[in-house]
Structure formats: structure tokens, C-alpha cells
């Protein structure tokens, strides 16, 4: 199955299927435990998440953020990158990032096609037209104020005059001025891909290698009679941080490296940028109002990340413990807030005493069109039908993690985990946090040229056996190896928002590989140095679990994992003694 995911041989979905096969035939597990690893709790709470990001997604309430955030961020290249980088960080915690990046691409070519004519206008024509004192005096109109309203025309040579007089900039060579066009497109193509796999690693839902975590470390600690305590809420104690330092890095790495091209910063003509911020705000202004569509999403989606994180947030009581322990988890709420989005209307409901307001747009939503008639003798319009969600969730990946579930789950039936396991003992004469450091550079590797959900989904079991094996706390190993598998920045092969970004014509795969290494490299340093500070102390990794210590079978002695950022001479401070 590893094969057959990493080489695509069969669909990924189809391949997916085949423990409910094999498994029973072969005298591993019976069908009915098989099958239950498609349905697990995870795999529902990820079904959840994908139906409200696709509801986002068909209102356009994203592209209604991105476009606020460009139109706040100043005009000049540094800031833009900023603008186009933060939605797409943002908005990938709670939807696709494919999505995401997908949304931001003809944005991204509309402004660069802004950038163009400001930097490259064409001031030969503009002299031809002029030459032999016929100078060209037709007029064109254009829009002077953001809003439409003021209008006047200007003759054609003033405009170009102004162009030539506003970019007049070293290198004055027209050639290296296009080179240096051609540089700036890459980096903000290649910003939209970075910013929208940073962002997923912030929540607990932002991407499936952290849902596929989830499910293996509750099936792990459930196997002991253990709750592993992690929830969407206190998984943005390690992983919002984390992100946000990743996002950063890559916002200064794509600055340093234009900058032996030419600074970001160092036009301070702001006059000179005018069009590229007209543009934006013309943009955003002709999407007019939020619609009633709009409005009820962005409450639900706010209404269901407040549910995630209230639920059990730990160091207080939340809304879960009002139910008996274990009967809500953070699937119930995404399901809750999915099903109302079929029942929720599209467009405020008409009354007899009022109608509908003028500015409120019905969305023009694929409706099938059976369903169409049925809403239009009803008067009624979801936000979301069956059509639409059938389309776009991903199916694939559902039935990957489910997969997934189902071999972790046989490996260790079969005792197939502990030889595995038994391999992997070399690395115990290494620090713990050297063998963090190894895993994550393997995943790292590994996830640029397969699905960073078959690579999580292969590599996570590895790492949850060798902790056992090495009495390590499983989640110390296997949290850098989840987020290691979302640093895919050096093919487009890695992650969909790579394809996106190089079908857009801005990039070569040589670009690709000499950029992301060093985002790559500087990615897996920080995850592995927040690991063993941040999550040490968050997830109390600095000690392994009394239940494993007494049912696991090792010879190593034990492990325990002291945080960097905590000294003590106290050996039972940490619990057991060792290394």
C-alpha cells in the first residue's frame, strides 16, 4: 500500500480500500473492525471541516478577505508580498489550501500586470507617437477615484510621459528591468504556495497530516486506557506559534532573496505605485456589500471555530464536560455547523411586511436541477446543497485517512509494528531530540515528491513504535514527523499549491529547488526546536506515560525528554531518570 501511494500505481481513494479486502482474507482482522477505521471520529471531524470551507468557498467570503488585506497593506512590492501572503496563511487554517491558492493566483496576476505597467510602460511607442512634431492628442478616459465616480479623459501622451517620468530606476537597461520583473513574479508566485502550507499546521483541522495524527494518537492512547488530551484548543498552543514563525521566515527568506536582485524596500516614490493601489480598491469596491449569504457564513465559521476551542480547552472546564466524558468530540460541532449549512438560507427570507433589500445578491450557487425547481416552488435556497459538496470534497483523502487508520491498525494486529520497530533501535543511542531531527529531515524529503498524506500516513506508525520501543512519549516523535509532512517547497509534485503556482508560467522547477531549499531546511529547524520547547512544555512530553512504561516489552532503559528551555539538577522533577 506504502508502494502503491508513493507511485500513484492505482488512484489513491482505490488503494485506500484495500485492508477491507486483504485483512479478513488474510486471517488479520475481521471485516467489521476493519471497516470501522473509515468511519473513526477523525475522519468525520475532517468531513466537517471540508464541508464549511466549501461553503466559504462558494460565497466568495474569501476572496472577500484576501482582497481587505491587500487593500490595507501599502502599495509598494514588501507590503504587497505581505498582503498576498497573510490571507493565504490565514484563510489555509480553516479551508483547502489547494483552494486557497487556487483564489489567490488571478488576484496575484492582476496585480502583477499592475506592476508591469507602472515598471515596464512603453515608452518607445510613446516617443514614436510624438516624433515629427505630430504629437498625439486623442484623449482616453479613465477612472480617477476608486469608486467610479469622477471621471475625466487625458490625453494619451501625458499618460505616457508620466509612466516614463514615475520609473525612472536603476538598472536603467530596459532588458534588466524585465529581468527584474520577471524575478519579482517569482517570489510572490512562490509566496502563495509557502504562505498556504504554513498556514495549514496552525489548527488541528488546517491540513490531514495533523487529522491523521489525531487518529493514530487516540487509537494509541485509547489501546492503553489513556487520553492523549489533544484537542483543536490546545493544539494552537504549539501549533499557531510554530506556523507563525514558519510564515515569517518565509516572508524574510523572499525578501533576501530578491534583494541581491533589487530591494523590495527601496522605492520610496509612492506615486509611482498609485495604479497598483487603485486597482485593488476598485477590485475590492466591486464586490460591494456582504451579501446575507456572506454574513451567515462568517458567523457560522466563527460559531464553529469558537465551539472547537471552548470544548475542552483544558486548563479550564469547557462546554464538553456538560456530557457524559468521551461522548463529544470535535467532530460533533463541525458536523453540527455542516448539516445547518444545508437548511441555513442563501438569501434573508422574504416576509410579508418587508422585501428583499436591494444590495442583497442571491449567490449564484450550482444548484442541480431537480433541486432547482424544488427551491424555487418553496421560495428557498440553502446555503449549501449535496451537488456542490459532492464535487468538491476531497473523497480521496477521506478515504486515504481511512485507509491509513485501518493499516496502522493491522500492523500492529500482526505484530508487523514491533519488527519495524526493532530496526529503528539503532537510533536509540541518539538524543532524543537527534532522532526528532532525523525523522522530520526523512519526512521532509520524502512529502516533495508523494502526497503529504500518504507520507504522514506511512511514517506516523513508525514513529509511534519506536517511542513505545524506546519508551519516549510517543507524541515527541510523532508531531514533528505530522507537520515535517506539510514542508513540501521544492517540487510541484510536492503539494497542489506548487502545481498551482508553477501552471501560472511565472517559474522553472530549478527556481522551485534553489528558493525552497533554504525554506525547506530553516521549516524542519524551527519545528524541531519548537518541538522540543514549545510542545515539551504544552503536552508534558518530558515524561513517558506510566500505562506504556508497564505493557511495553523493551530492553532499552528509559527515556526521558528534558525541555531545552527548562534546567533542573532534580532527577524526579522529570519523573524517571536517563538520559
Known amino acids: 500500500m506504502g508502494t502503491y501511494w508513493l507511485l500513484e500505481v492505482m488512484p489513491i481513494a482505490v488503494t485506500s480500500l484495500i485492508p477491507i479486502v486483504l485483512f479478513p482474507l488474510l486471517g488479520i482482522m475481521p471485516a467489521r473492525k476493519v471497516c470501522f477505521n473509515y468511519a473513526e471520529d477523525t475522519v468525520m471531524l475532517f468531513l466537517g471541516s471540508l464541508i464549511v470551507a466549501t461553503a466559504v468557498e462558494k460565497c466568495n467570503l474569501h476572496k472577500r478577505i484576501a482582497l481587505r488585506a491587500l487593500t490595507l497593506v501599502g502599495p509598494e512590492p514588501r507590503w504587497l508580498l505581505f498582503g498576498i501572503m497573510f490571507p493565504c496563511w490565514f484563510l489555509s487554517m480553516w479551508m483547502s489550501n489547494t483552494a486557497t491558492a487556487a483564489m489567490m493566483l488571478p488576484i496575484l496576476n492582476a496585480i502583477l500586470k499592475q506592476i508591469k505597467d507602472v515598471t515596464l510602460p512603453d515608452i518607445e511607442e510613446a516617443h514614436h507617437s510624438g516624433e ?94 489513556l487520553d492523549p488530551g489533544l484537542t483543536f484548543a490546545n493544539w494552537l498552543i504549539f501549533g499557531l506559534p510554530t506556523s507563525f514563525v514558519v510564515f515569517l521566515m518565509t516572508w524574510l527568506w523572499l525578501q533576501l532573496w530578491y534583494l541581491r536582485k533589487r530591494c523590495l524596500c527601496c522605492i520610496k516614490d ?58 463529544v468530540k470535535d467532530s460533533t460541532p463541525a458536523i453540527f455547523i455542516s448539516i445547518i449549512m444545508f437548511v441555513l438560507p442563501a438569501y434573508s427570507p422574504r416576509c410579508s411586511c418587508c422585501s428583499r433589500a436591494k444590495n442583497d445578491r442571491v449567490p449564484k450557487l450550482p444548484v442541480a436541477t431537480t433541486e432547482k425547481k424544488l427551491f424555487h416552488q418553496q421560495g428557498f435556497t440553502p446555503l449549501l446543497t449535496w451537488k456542490i459538496v459532492n464535487e468538491e470534497i476531497a473523497w480521496d483523502v477521506v ?52 502526497s503529504n498524506s500518504a507520507t504522514a500516513t506511512i511514517f506516523l506508525p513508525i514513529a ?14 510523532m508531531i514533528p514527523v505530522a507537520v515535517s509532512a506539510s514542508f513540501a517547497y521544492l517540487l510541484p509534485v510536492g503539494t497542489p499549491p506548487n502545481a498551482i503556482v508553477f501552471s501560472s508560467g511565472y517559474l522553472q522547477i530549478k527556481d522551485m529547488l534553489k528558493i525552497g531549499i533554504v525554506v525547506n531546511v530553516l521549516a524542519v529547524l524551527i519545528l524541531v526546536v519548537m518541538s522540543c520547547t514549545l510542545a515539551v512544555a504544552a503536552y508534558g512530553l518530558n515524561s513517558f506515560p506510566l500505562a506504556f512504561q508497564e505493557q511495553t516489552n523493551t530492553t532499552m532503559n528509559v527515556t526521558t525528554i528534558v525541555p531545552i528551555i527548562f534546567l533542573s539538577n532534580s532527577p524526579t522533577e522529570y519523573g524517571t531518570t536517563g538520559r
Not at 301 to 321: H, S, Y
Not at 407 to 430: R, Y
Not at 464 to 477: C, E, H, K, S, V
Request: hydrophobic share 45%.
Open 464 to 477: 509511534a513504535d519506536l517511542a513505545l520501543r524506546l519508551q519516549i512519549n510517543p507524541l515527541y516523535l
Open 399 to 450: 478515504l486515504l485517512m481511512g485507509g491509513g487508520f485501518a493499516l496502522a491498525d493491522g500492523c500492529t494486529k500482526s505484530g508487523l509494528s514491533d519488527w519495524i520497530g526493532t530496526k529503528f533501535e539503532v537510533l536509540g543511542t541518539l538524543s532524543p531530540w537527534a532522532i526528532s531531527l532525523v525523522l522530520a529531515f526523512v519526512v521532509a524529503a520524502v512529502t516533495n515528491i508523494t
Open 270 to 327: 509612492n506615486r509611482s505605485w498609485d495604479a497598483v493601489k487603485k486597482h485593488l480598491r476598485i477590485e475590492y469596491t466591486s464586490l460591494g456589500s456582504m451579501t446575507f449569504a456572506e454574513v451567515v457564513v462568517a458567523v457560522c465559521f466563527i460559531l464553529l471555530a469558537l465551539l472547537w476551542i471552548t470544548r475542552d480547552p483544558q486548563f479550564i472546564n469547557g462546554w464538553g464536560v456538560l456530557f457524559p466524558k468521551g461522548f
Open 132 to 225: 515629427d512634431g505630430n504629437e498625439d492628442d486623442s484623449e482616453v478616459e479613465i477612472m480617477t477615484e476608486p469608486h467610479g465616480i469622477s471621471m475625466e479623459r487625458i490625453p494619451l501622451r501625458i499618460i505616457a510621459q508620466n509612466k516614463a517620468e514615475t520609473t525612472e530606476y536603476t538598472p536603467k537597461n530596459r532588458a534588466d528591468k524585465e529581468r527584474d520583473f520577471h524575478e519579482l513574479a517569482k517570489v510572490f508566485a512562490l509566496s502563495i504556495s509557502y504562505a498556504a502550507n504554513a498556514g495549514g499546521i496552525a489548527t488541528l483541522t488546517g491540513t490531514p497530516p495533523n487529522i491523521i495524527l489525531k487518529g493514530h494518537i487516540d487509537k494509541l492512547y485509547s489501546r492503553y486506557g
